[in-house]
């Protein structure tokens, strides 16, 4: 290709820097690759390789400079070992549970996140399953597609939102913004979290059961690590109690899922709208069954718009890190 | 049913008489008792063995109020048989099966729910609306089928808009132009039956959602059907219908339509706060104090 640009004619001498793309990252799918890329560097995908994983980065290891990491290639002391030039990791994920981030201190790798690109889409989301679950909207939708309105009548009625004392789990970016939402639709709110966060007014529970015990509804925001796993367990869930209903945006494991099945079956929850789960995309079959729970595959971050603002972030980090100039969202624990 | 019509007469001839044409949802969810009250009793019409006309005949003079909802219109003619009713309650977010005219005519006051089912129907639209938007009963369907382990993820497609502001369009087809979504929240009269038409259906456009909350006549429903089933509106999140509760077979196979069966404002909560405004519109009715949400003319 015919070039008048110099800078590109430097770069075909000297060849651009490295990111490894393990696997392809679901937002690849949604808007195309083009999005993501730079003319600063380029992608070394190994999922379009035959060869296997180990044997991939051993040609590439030393070139590589940067891992693009998505949920499902997750980021280990191994692999980090494999790839000593890596200086960076990127993330396309809203969590970060799948990096090892202590290896990556020890070893001084920067890690960034994706700052706030999801935080108005899994709030959304959040909010629209939770209104979901208390006026039923999916099984009345279900209900009237299968013909039932004019032979069996009305459907059972659901609860009113406003009013509800709604406990967020993990008070970060995203469970601030549902925060936001639930408080306009005439709901209570307050939380638990790590730390008390000083610009909030709501009332802050240091114990998760106490927090299910003084709510209605409890939203799951957190990101899963070792002392979320299984946070929400057989102890909250009866705190919660019959009335009491669960959202889940985080991740599966934060709740023991066997646990939460057995209180829907036995009614000692009033419902549930998941986004995530233990074992997915193999969901317990005993969800099926059930009319007061909304099952939503995995999506909450997922629009157009937000993959959007997630592929500018992206290359902003990586291109930022080339030219050494300071990240646009690095992740820095507390 | 002599028993019911002795048990009438049984009560005290000095209490005022409230008529019930149709049972209403409010009393059907809640029992009558909530809204019994030493100011009126209630006559149930279709308690009485008499056929309608007798019936309303043998008590016209002790009827002083009607309390109604959307299965038992208040025409005209009906008042014409009850010389001696001077208020109707509507149990109901919509007054359009009353002869407002005729009320106003005949000097007979209306009460309406007043704001008990607003918080309710607004949730109701917000949430059908995040659920086209956002394919939460879709993409849930898709779960239930054990298609996410067979298919994967499920394909997304949705927009959100900010407002930041209310602009106000005099125009409605100018309204549908300008916006990615349609919420339908107005009542159901004569200037409104089948305001959403072909001509704003069009001006929504391709990408377009529409969510009912209001009456099914307002949307004219052929037109909306044709334009969900040949991808000229991109989905519907619909309450309310012309012909309850039978719906077009179309919209029950489309998947960007949420159909949910006229339930929007009923909540047990909302019911009790209707029905302690009914009680209220009553009592202060038969005491002479003024109406707690009367209907006025605009």
């Given at each position: 290709?015919?070039?008048?640009?110099?800078?590109?004619s430097?770069?075909?001498?000297?060849?651009?820097?490295?990111v490894?793309?393990?696997?392809?990252?679901?937002?690849?799918?949604?808007i195309?690759?083009?999005?993501?890329?730079?003319?600063?560097?380029?992608?070394?995908?190994?999922?379009?390789?035959?060869?296997?994983?180990?044997?991939?980065?051993?040609?590439?290891?030393?070139?590589v400079?940067?891992?693009?990491?998505?949920?499902?290639?997750?980021?280990?002391a191994?692999?980090?070992q494999?790839?000593?030039?890596?200086?960076l990791?990127?993330?396309?994920?809203?969590?970060?549970?799948?990096?090892?981030?202590?290896?990556?201190?020890?070893?001084?790798?920067?890690?960034?996140n994706?700052a706030?690109?999801?935080?108005?889409d899994?709030?959304?989301?959040?909010?629209?399953?939770?209104?979901?679950?208390?006026?039923?909207?999916?099984?009345?939708?279900?209900?009237?597609?299968?013909?039932?309105w004019?032979?069996?009548?009305?459907?059972?009625?659901?609860?009113?939102?406003?009013?509800?004392?709604?406990?967020?789990?993990?008070?970060?970016?995203?469970?601030?913004?549902?925060?936001?939402?639930?408080?306009?639709?005439?709901?209570?709110?307050?939380?638990?979290?790590?730390?008390?966060?000083?610009?909030?007014?709501?009332?802050f529970?240091?114990?998760?059961?106490?927090?299910?015990?003084?709510?209605?509804?409890?939203?799951?925001?957190?990101?899963?690590?070792?002392?979320?796993?299984?946070?929400i367990?057989?102890?909250?869930?009866?705190?919660?109690g019959?009335?009491?209903?669960?959202?889940?945006?985080g991740?599966?494991?934060?709740?023991?899922?066997?646990?939460?099945?057995?209180?829907?079956?036995?009614?000692?929850i009033?419902?549930?709208?998941?986004?995530?789960f233990?074992?997915?995309?193999?969901?317990?079959?005993?969800?099926?069954?059930?009319?007061?729970?909304?099952?939503?595959?995995?999506?909450?971050?997922f629009?157009?718009?937000?993959?959007?603002?997630?592929?500018e972030?992206?290359?902003g980090?990586?291109?930022?890190?080339?030219?050494?100039?300071?990240?646009?969202?690095?992740?820095?624990?507390? | 049913?002599?028993?019911?019509?002795?048990?009438?007469?049984?009560?005290?001839?000095?209490?005022?008489?409230?008529?019930?044409?149709?049972?209403?949802?409010?009393?059907?969810?809640?029992?009558?008792?909530q809204?019994?009250?030493?100011?009126?009793?209630?006559?149930?019409?279709?308690?009485?063995?008499?056929?309608?006309?007798q019936?309303?005949?043998?008590?016209?003079?002790?009827?002083q109020?009607?309390l109604?909802?959307?299965?038992?219109?208040?025409?005209?003619?009906l008042?014409?048989?009850?010389?001696?009713?001077?208020?109707?309650?509507?149990a109901?977010?919509?007054?359009n099966?009353?002869?407002?005219?005729?009320?106003?005519?005949?000097?007979?006051?209306?009460?309406?729910?007043?704001?008990?089912?607003?918080?309710?129907g607004?949730?109701?639209?917000?949430?059908?609306?995040?659920?086209?938007?956002?394919k939460?009963?879709?993409?849930?369907r898709?779960?239930?089928?054990?298609?996410?382990?067979?298919?994967?993820?499920y394909?997304?497609?949705?927009?959100?808009?900010?407002f930041?502001?209310?602009?106000?369009?005099s125009?409605?087809?100018?309204l549908?132009?300008?916006?990615?979504?349609?919420?339908?929240?107005?009542?159901?009269?004569?200037?409104?039956?089948?305001?959403?038409?072909?001509?704003?259906?069009?001006?929504?456009?391709?990408?377009?959602?529409?969510?009912?909350?209001?009456?099914?006549?307002?949307?004219?429903?052929?037109?909306l059907?044709?334009?969900?089933?040949?991808?000229?509106?991109?989905?519907?999140?619909?309450?309310?219908?012309?012909?309850?509760?039978?719906?077009?077979?179309?919209?029950?196979?489309?998947?960007?339509?949420?159909?949910?069966?006229?339930?929007?404002?009923?909540?047990?909560?909302?019911?009790?706060?209707?029905?302690?405004?009914?009680?209220?519109?009553?009592?202060a009715?038969?005491?002479?104090?003024?109406?707690?949400?009367?209907?006025?003319?605009?």
């Open positions: 290709m015919a070039s008048t640009d110099p800078q590109e430097v770069q075909e001498l000297s060849p651009l820097p490295k490894l793309v393990p696997k392809i990252p679901p937002s690849f799918c949604i195309g690759e083009e999005p993501f890329t730079s003319t600063k560097f380029q992608y070394l995908k190994a999922y379009e390789s035959p060869l296997p994983l180990d044997q991939f980065l051993a040609t590439h290891a030393h070139s400079k940067a891992i693009l990491s998505t949920a499902s290639a997750p980021v280990t191994d692999l980090l494999l790839l000593p030039a890596v200086r990791v990127v993330t396309t994920s809203a969590g970060l549970n799948q990096i090892d981030l202590p290896e990556c201190r020890r070893r001084g790798i920067a890690v960034a994706v706030t690109v999801y935080s108005a899994v709030a959304d989301l959040a909010v629209g399953l939770l209104i979901d679950v208390l006026r039923k909207i999916s099984a009345s939708n279900r209900y009237v597609k299968q013909g039932n004019p032979t069996r009548g009305d459907y059972p009625l659901g609860s009113k939102l406003g009013g509800k004392r709604v406990g967020i789990v993990g008070l970060g970016n995203i469970g601030y913004e549902v925060a936001k939402r639930l408080e306009a639709f005439g709901c209570c709110i307050s939380y638990n979290s790590r730390k008390k966060k000083p610009y909030v007014s709501y009332p529970y240091e114990n998760v059961c106490e927090l299910a015990a003084n709510c209605d509804a409890l939203i799951i925001c957190c990101g899963l690590t070792d002392q979320t796993r299984h946070l367990n057989k102890e909250v869930l009866s705190a919660l019959k009335k009491g209903v669960i959202v889940n945006i991740r599966g494991p934060i709740i023991d899922e066997k646990e939460m099945v057995r209180f829907l079956m036995e009614g000692k009033a419902g549930a709208g998941l986004d995530v233990e074992n997915e995309p193999d969901v317990a079959k005993e969800f099926f069954a059930l009319d007061n729970v909304v099952l939503s595959p995995h999506c909450a971050v629009t157009p718009e937000s993959v959007k603002d997630l592929s972030l992206v290359v980090n990586l291109e930022a890190f080339f030219s050494n100039k300071p990240l646009l969202s690095e992740y820095v624990d507390e | 049913m002599e028993n019911k019509d002795h048990n009438q007469n049984h009560q005290s001839e000095d209490l005022p008489q409230v008529l019930l044409l149709k049972p209403t949802p409010v009393m059907a969810v809640l029992g009558e008792h809204f019994s009250s030493n100011k009126y009793q209630f006559l149930k019409a279709w308690e009485s063995p008499l056929p309608l006309c019936f309303l005949t043998k008590y016209a003079n002790s009827i109020a009607i109604c909802s959307g299965a038992a219109s208040v025409t005209d003619d008042l014409q048989l009850l010389p001696s009713v001077r208020l109707v309650v509507a109901s977010a919509g007054t099966h009353i002869d407002l005219m005729a009320c106003c005519r005949r000097g007979i006051s209306v009460t309406n729910a007043g704001n008990v089912f607003s918080d309710d607004a949730d109701a639209a917000v949430g059908l609306l995040f659920d086209i938007l956002r939460i009963s879709a993409a849930d898709y779960v239930r089928q054990g298609l996410w382990v067979k298919k994967g993820d394909a997304l497609g949705s927009k959100k808009k900010t930041v502001s209310y602009p106000f369009y125009n409605i087809c100018e549908a132009a300008d916006s990615d979504a349609l919420i339908i929240c107005c009542a159901l009269t004569d200037q409104t039956r089948h305001m959403i038409n072909k001509e704003v259906l069009s001006a929504l456009g391709k990408e377009g959602v529409i969510v009912n909350i209001g009456r099914g006549a307002i949307i004219d429903e052929k037109e059907v044709r334009c969900l089933v040949e991808g000229e509106i991109a989905g519907a999140g619909l309450d309310v219908f012309e012909k309850e509760p039978d719906i077009p077979k179309q919209l029950l196979e489309l998947e960007n339509v949420v159909l949910s069966p006229h339930n929007a404002v009923f909540t047990p909560e909302s019911f009790l706060a209707l029905s302690e405004l009914v009680v209220g519109n009553l009592e009715f038969f005491s002479n104090l003024p109406l707690l949400s009367p209907v006025m003319d605009e």
